[in-house]
């Protein structure tokens, strides 16, 4: 199942899909943004056309966690997309995904306007990149309890880098 990553500005939308399996992130580029009746339809048509089977969308925190104007307008929008669209979307916190996008953009030789063009579709990213990880910890988590012998076996069998390994004096070798 693929998921799409959202990243609603002003003037654009960030996006990004995952892999059929819903491991890997990778940015698609950006929707002008329009009013909400326009976004809606065009994130609508792109998940039929790319089998999206749910979104998550950034939510714009402040940095104390509070939520302002923008977050409760992204979780409106996550509800009327999840309604017209007929699939989960989630939120997630998107705290710092624009300067980690922009420093990114920066560290592979992007800068100035070419840089600004990429910033959402590259936030996009990170927002799903990170929904991704916390599923799959979720899962790993959940698994483990259900079966804790896996768990312990797969602690067993990842050995410890050799900085980690614990020397032990001459003596007790």
């Excluded at 809606?40 to 998550?56: D, Q, S, T």
């Excluded at 017209?84 to 992007?110: F, K, Y």
């Excluded at 990429?118 to 599923?135: F, G, K, N, P, Q």
Aim: glycine share 8%; hydrophobic share 40%; aromatic share 2%.
């Amino acid at each position: 199942m693929r998921i799409l990553g959202i990243d609603l500005g002003h003037k654009r939308i960030g996006l990004a899909l995952s892999d059929s399996e819903g491991v890997f992130a990778f940015p698609a580029g950006t929707l002008k943004s329009g009013n909400a009746k326009q976004n809606l339809k065009a994130l609508r048509e792109l998940i039929v056309e790319k089998e999206v089977g749910c979104a998550v969308v950034g939510l714009p925190r402040h940095m104390d966690g509070r939520k302002g104007p923008e977050a409760e307008s992204a979780e409106r929008f996550a509800q009327s997309l999840a309604h017209q669209a007929g699939i989960p979307v989630e939120t997630l916190d998107e705290r710092w995904t624009s300067v980690e996008a922009e420093r990114a953009l920066r560290a592979q030789g992007h800068g100035g306007r070419r840089a600004r063009q990429h910033v959402d579709e590259v936030a996009a990213s990170i927002i799903l990149r990170t929904y991704l990880e916390l599923r799959s910890n979720a899962r790993a988590r959940a698994s483990a309890e259900s079966d804790p012998a896996k768990e312990r076996a797969r602690h067993e069998a990842t050995p410890m880098p050799p900085a980690m390994t614990p020397k032990l004096p001459e003596s007790e070798r």
